[in-house]
């Protein structure tokens, strides 16, 4: 349903992402970038996902967030996505903690790191704003929440997913009634409280608000004089609206974009180095989860200049070959077998070289004769010529970071550390 002149709800919407979070479980992938700058399927980051969502639903005005290491990530911003014309009434602000309140502060919250900048989004005069984290993986259209938000009259209006009730303790949890209006909201809960009829689900926030702007603002302002508050949404602010408002749930299987081969909506939280080598796997399908080829959303991100990927050597045991994998450009395999295995942009693989089930992040170089298995490897790292990881687990562990799912994390200053 379009409003009564039919203009779509987005143009009158802004954007604002969260960026500002370490994500402290990804270990030394986020040792010098925040992770919502951490490489991502190829050539994208993970925040060209939310970027890429509000572009493509019609929302012109974006504002984000930085806090932690934000320089490759703004840097990123500078590069991708400096394509918007105030002229077309369009807007892309990079909105660093600037103690702007305060010269002691910067952000404490998610919260705060909106009630710093009202003055910034006020000045673009939006009726309507759409909160996002800018650290998962999804397609979805935010006009579609924005309908549900003003046809339902709510003052605020959440993104939330379908989790089964185990797996709920890790997020927020809603507790809905029979028309998904929120009736409590509890951050992580031991024993979620499951959807009505449904006993073994449970419905997860996915960290995504829509606010009429001018309630926001209050909401904000009363939350900042507030002595007590963490200036946190799901912390602070969800909860009391749900208390002393009305607060609407809204699915993401209403508003998940699916290319025709996605047979599921797909929303993931790369948090860990574990999932994060499983989102970048799940590419490699033959029929993949998420289709990256979609042209109808594309996926934004930076344009690189750059040769395409090349496959030299064919002669046996020494032939140039990939199976299972996405190969980005400037990459060259010289006599080298990659399988099921993403080669971000500019890997050299040297002869004689293999890897297995690998996530190998943009300009490293593979040294001959190395093979390499379920690995998740740092940029511009050299792998010297011999390097043998994935077969033995107890070598691996006192070397490099391996997880509880045998997937090894390699860094510049643990090859560094390396006596070989």
């Known amino acids: 349903m379009r409003t009564p002149t039919g203009s779509p709800l987005a143009r009158d919407a802004m954007a604002y992402v969260l960026a500002g979070g370490r994500g402290s479980r990804l270990a030394e992938l986020t040792d010098n970038r925040a992770k919502p700058a951490v490489y991502f399927g190829g050539m994208s980051r993970i925040i060209d996902f939310a970027l890429s969502n509000a572009i493509n639903s019609g929302i012109r005005r974006i504002g984000v967030a930085t806090q932690y290491k934000a320089h490759s990530l703004i840097r990123h911003m500078n590069r991708a996505w400096n394509f918007m014309r105030p002229e077309r009434n369009e807007s892309f602000d990079i909105l660093p903690a600037s103690q702007r309140i305060s010269e002691l502060l910067w952000y404490e919250g998610t919260a705060d790191a909106v009630f710093q900048n009202i003055d910034i989004i006020a000045s673009y005069s939006p009726k309507y704003m759409v909160i996002l984290a800018g650290d998962h993986i999804y397609k979805m259209d935010y006009e579609l929440m924005l309908q549900q938000h003003v046809n339902s009259g709510a003052d605020v209006t959440v993104g939330c997913l379908v989790v089964p009730r185990k797996d709920a303790t890790a997020f927020g949890v809603m507790h809905v009634d029979e028309n998904d209006v929120i009736t409590s909201f509890l951050e992580k809960p031991k024993d979620p409280p499951s959807i009505p009829g449904d006993p073994d689900h449970a419905l997860a926030s996915m960290g ?213």
């Open 208 to 420: 995504i608000y829509v606010f009429d702007t001018e309630f926001l603002f209050e909401q904000l302002r009363r939350d900042a004089a507030e002595p007590d508050s963490r200036r946190d949404f799901g912390g602070d602010i969800i909860p009391y609206i749900v208390k002393h408002g009305k607060a609407q749930a809204h699915r993401f299987t209403n508003s998940c974009i699916r290319a025709a081969e996605e047979i599921e909506e797909y929303w993931r939280d790369v948090g860990t180095v574990d999932a994060y080598f499983e989102a970048n796997l799940d590419l490699t399908d033959t029929v993949p989860k998420l289709d990256m080829y979609d042209r109808d959303w594309p996926i934004w991100t930076d344009t690189v200049v750059a040769a395409p990927a090349k496959f030299v050597h064919d002669e046996e045991g020494r032939r140039g070959q990939a199976i299972s994998s996405l190969i980005s450009q400037d990459c060259i395999v010289s006599g080298a077998l990659a399988r099921r295995s993403l080669l971000f942009t500019g890997v050299k693989m040297g002869s004689f070289s293999s890897v297995n089930e690998a996530v190998i992040l943009p300009y490293c170089n593979i040294g001959r004769n190395a093979r390499l298995s379920r690995v998740v490897i740092d940029s511009s790292v050299r792998i010297p010529e011999g390097l043998v990881v994935g077969e033995d687990p107890e070598l691996d562990a006192r070397r490099f970071r391996r997880t509880d799912n045998g997937v090894c994390l390699i860094t510049k200053p643990m090859i560094d550390r390396l006596n070989l």
